[in-house]
């Protein structure tokens, strides 16, 4: 009688302590997001936000052209940071309601790119493809890209390189050399 | 035996325990404007489709189980229930932007043709809510009309 007694206790015990933690974990999430307070000054096409989501995109890029699904989630999680450290202040009402779509949406692609196998990060990628894309055209970069197409993946799908040199991340080994430099951004 | 005992009478105590740790339930008994089913035209076959087989966890009113109140049952469902919702809630479509439509379609098209949507678990029990090829095909064709048209 006196072990029932004693389960009972600690068992209570474990219940209220388990209700605990998980309020604890929800009042951690909402700490998450502290914004960086820096201004940034706008220089002309050249926003260090900007360029650091830039390169984490080419760092997946060149990740899925090596079909590696370890460093693409690697750098998934990376283009996660970077797109929340995204201060988009300097920018006119409009376009920095554009941009917290853009960086809205693009998060979740990254998020899922950094959570899945390689079929899966080349469908997010394509959709990341578009909102880079959009956001560089707001932003402007300081170095010369060169928007891609690939006519194959997907009923034709476009990436973003630094090099005009076309190596395919949609295919990766496969197909390196399918697609052609559709346009470049200067 | 008396250890086989006391490790029984813990395991009762735990189970019974654990019925007292509450759950978040997801009600509601509107159907907000923003809902997928008002802003666009859906055909009535593929609004029942979507209503067996996706509104459960993902939208603010899932039709529970019979052992929907059974712990570790619950948290389960729970779980499912707020991971859905985060990536996808039909009753609040329309408040995404276009750009976030856009992918959101994008998205459903490639979960229903790879199967990974609805989950294995949820069909394991809901039969009716797996797809046959000719529905599978129905919802895709009708999804990528509405993605063209955004």
Known sequence: MKNLKMSIAVMLLLAVSFTNAQEKEKMNHDHGDMKMDHSSMKMDKMNPNAEAVLADYFMLKDALVGDDTKKAAQAGTKLMASLKAFDTKSYSKEEQKELADIIEDATEHAEHISESAIDHQREHFKTLSKDITDMVAITGTKSTLYEQFCPMYDKGSAWLSTSNEVKNPYYGSKMLKCGKVQKTIQ | MKILKIIAIIALVGFVGIQFIPTERNQSYTVPETDFM????????????????????????????????????????????????????????????????????????????????????????????????????????????LKDSL
């Open chain 2, 38 to 145: 008002l802003v666009h035209n859906v055909p009535e076959t593929i609004q029942k489709k979507l209503q067996v087989s996706c509104y459960d966890c993902h939208s603010n009113n899932t039709q529970y189980p019979w052992y929907n109140k059974i712990q570790p049952a619950a948290w389960f469902l729970e779980d499912h229930i707020k991971e859905g919702k985060a990536e996808l809630n039909f009753n609040e479509w329309d408040s995404l932007s276009s750009r976030r439509k856009s992918s959101k379609l994008r998205s459903i098209i490639k979960q229903i043709e790879s199967g990974e949507m609805p989950l294995d678990s949820y069909t394991l029990i809901h039969k009716d809510a797996k797809f046959s090829e000719a529905e599978a095909e129905e919802l895709i064709n009708f999804i990528t009309q």
